[in-house]
C-alpha cells in the first residue's frame, strides 16, 4: 500500500495553466480507471473535483480536467485564478479492493 | 443535503482505545460504502478503512490491520471506527467519507484524535 507520487508543489501565474501529476501502478492506477481529485483548502475537508479520471462534478469549474497514461493520471487547471490556490491530492483504487492517496501537491498562484 | 458529522475525537494516551462516530443524514445511508480517511498534522491523506453498504466486507490499511475496527449500523444511520491499541502516529484528523463507487463523494469536517502521554 504505497501512496501514490505527486509533485510536493507546483505554481503559475493567473490565467496559466499548471498540470499536477500522479504516479501509481499497474495495481492502482494504472489498472482501473477509478482514480480521483480533491482539493483542500486550510482547515477545511478535502473536494471532489475529478472522479473516475477525467469526470467533473456538477459545480465543480470546467477549467479543472483530467486524464491518465499508463500508471499516470493527470490533473490540468487551466487560467488559473487565485482561489484555486490550494492542496491537491489524487486517490485510486487498488487492486485489492483499497484506496490510496497521492502525497499531496501544494498550488501556489504567484 | 448530505451531512457527515464526526464525534468522539480526543486526547488518548498511547495504547489506549477511542470509538469515533460519524452520524449521516441526507442520503439513504444504507445504500452506500462508507470510508475513514486520516490526516496527521501537517501531512497528506491517508485511506484507513472502508465497510461495503450492508457490513459484508471490510477492507483496511496495513497501518491499521488488527487494531482498528470498522462498523457500521445502519438502524441508525452512523458509522464506527473502533481505535485499540493507539500509537503516536495515529495522531491525526480523523474524516468519515461516503463513497460513490469509487470515489469519495462527501465528506465530514474531522474530529482530532491526540495520541500523547
Known amino acids: 500500500q504505497s501512496a501514490l507520487t505527486q509533485p510536493a508543489s507546483v505554481s503559475g501565474s493567473p490565467g496559466q495553466s499548471i498540470t499536477i501529476s500522479c504516479t501509481g501502478t499497474s495495481s492502482d492506477v494504472g489498472g482501473h480507471n477509478y482514480v480521483s481529485w480533491y482539493q483542500q483548502r486550510p482547515g477545511k475537508a478535502p473536494k471532489l473535483m475529478i472522479y473516475d479520471v477525467s469526470n467533473r462534478p456538477s459545480g465543480v469549474s470546467d477549467r479543472f480536467s483530467g486524464s491518465k497514461s499508463g500508471n499516470t493520471a493527470s490533473l490540468t487547471i487551466s487560467g488559473l485564478q487565485a482561489e484555486d490556490e490550494a492542496d491537491y491530492y489524487c486517490s485510486s483504487y487498488t487492486s485489492s479492493s483499497t484506496r490510496v492517496f497521492g502525497g499531496g501537491t501544494k498550488l501556489t498562484v504567484l | 443535503q448530505v451531512q457527515l458529522v464526526e464525534s468522539g475525537g480526543g486526547v488518548v494516551q498511547p495504547g489506549g482505545s477511542l470509538r469515533l462516530s460519524c452520524a449521516a443524514s441526507g442520503f439513504t445511508f444504507s445504500s452506500y460504502g462508507m470510508h475513514w480517511v486520516r490526516q496527521a498534522p501537517g501531512k497528506g491523506l491517508e485511506w484507513v478503512a472502508f465497510i461495503r453498504y450492508d457490513g459484508s466486507n471490510k477492507y483496511y490499511a496495513d497501518s491499521v490491520k488488527g487494531r482498528f475496527t470498522i462498523s457500521r449500523d445502519n438502524s441508525k444511520s452512523t458509522l464506527y471506527l473502533q481505535m485499540n491499541s493507539l500509537r503516536p502516529e495515529d495522531t491525526a484528523v480523523y474524516y468519515c467519507?461516503?463513497?460513490?463507487?469509487?470515489?469519495?463523494?462527501?465528506w465530514g469536517q474531522g474530529t482530532l484524535v491526540t495520541v500523547s502521554s
Open positions: 467519507a461516503k463513497e460513490y463507487p469509487y470515489y469519495f463523494d462527501y
